[in-house]
């Protein structure tokens, strides 16, 4: 079945860092997903991406559908406190199923 | 607002007792899935449903079963039958149509002792 690779799984970081995180798919994905979930809550959609180079931002996150199809990634630029969390990476393909990444743990030092 | 409410929030249970988690949409959705998260993992499907009394299992269904009776409901029970069952339960809907984003709840996380 499809998998996806997700990394880093965890990132330490200080306040006013960027960070870039980003995920990798065994086969060809038509849609990619990046959510944020708080601890003790449901992931929130941040991002949406539908065509292969696809470049969108919100706010000071940054995401990239990659050419190749099988891979994306999402900028932070300027961390603050609130982006502690944890990021997942969703894929879709072929089938019409979500495929999620393992998550990239986040923790920001004020 | 619109949304998707699951509850309750946290659930103890006996093991051997069977335990039935609520979500409710207010979305209009067509499509409603249910995931199970553990520490480090990511999201496994459990059981999904496009539309009113039809589902199909997802990867891991084994030891749990749904209903669809209503478009506004998905309930998921956790059967004795589920070998580890403490876990947090997340529920979520989406609009007919392929590629349309998941919308999440907020979790029932469930321990069975």
């Known amino acids: 079945g499809q998998q996806l690779n997700q990394s880093p799984q965890s990132m330490f970081i200080q306040e006013g860092e960027d960070v870039s995180m980003n995920c990798t798919s065994s086969s060809i994905f038509n849609t990619w997903l990046w959510y944020k979930q708080d601890p003790g809550e449901g992931p929130v959609l941040l991002i949406a991406?539908?065509?292969?180079?696809e470049l969108t931002s919100n706010g000071r996150l940054t995401a990239q559908f990659g050419i190749t199809r099988k891979d994306s990634f999402l900028n932070i630029s300027a961390s603050i406190p609130s982006d502690v969390g944890i990021y997942f990476c969703a894929g879709q393909g072929g089938s019409e199923k979500l495929v999620f990444g393992k998550g990239t743990k986040l923790t920001v030092n004020p | 607002d619109g949304g998707i409410t699951q509850s309750p929030k946290y659930l103890f249970r006996k093991e051997g007792q069977n335990v039935t988690l609520s979500c409710e949409q207010n979305l209009n959705h067509d499509a409603m899935y249910w995931y199970r998260q553990d520490p480090g993992q990511g999201l496994r499907l459990i059981y999904y449903?496009?539309?009113?009394?039809?589902?199909q299992k997802g990867d891991i269904a084994e030891g749990y079963s749904v209903s669809r009776e209503k478009k506004e409901s998905f309930p998921l029970t956790v059967t004795s039958a589920q070998k580890n069952p403490t876990a947090f339960y997340l529920c979520a809907s989406s609009q007919q149509g392929r590629y349309s984003p998941l919308h999440f709840g907020n979790g029932t996380r469930l321990t069975v002792t």
């Open positions: 991406l539908y065509k292969a180079g």
């Open positions: 449903s496009q539309i009113v009394n039809d589902f």
